[in-house]
Nanobody, 122 residues
């Protein structure tokens, strides 16, 4: 079992930046691929980015490519999502999740965090 806790969300103006963190419990975080998702009010949950266990493989949604960067520090059991050039349409609750195997096109993950709110004002 892996427990995930997101942090770092908040209110930011358009064009600004935020860094989200995802702290994982347990010793097995380094064996999992990690993903970030988001859900805006009234919309379905949307894939944002994913990273393999070592950090050597990443994949992004077209909507965030070039603006967001996913990374991880396995020694700290923590994953990150660096978000730059934020837009109002990035407003959502952001969730991190982990799964055993790195499958960039899969949206099925084993464990999820509770989410952190990101609001981008225009």
């Amino acid at each position: 079992q892996v427990q995930l806790v997101e942090s770092g969300g908040g209110l930011v103006q358009a064009g600004g930046s935020l860094r989200l963190s995802c702290a994982a419990s347990g010793r097995t975080f380094s064996t999992y691929a990690m993903g970030w998702f988001r859900q805006a009010p009234g919309k379905d949950r949307e894939f944002v980015a994913t990273i393999n266990w070592s950090g050597g493989g990443t994949y992004y949604a077209d909507s965030v490519k070039g603006r967001f960067t996913i990374s991880r520090d396995n020694a700290k059991n923590t994953g990150y999502l660096e978000m730059n050039s934020l837009k109002p349409e990035d407003t959502a609750v952001y969730y991190c999740a982990v799964r055993r195997n790195y499958v960039p096109l899969s949206r099925n993950y084993d464990y999820w965090g509770q989410g952190t709110q990101v609001t981008v004002s225009s």
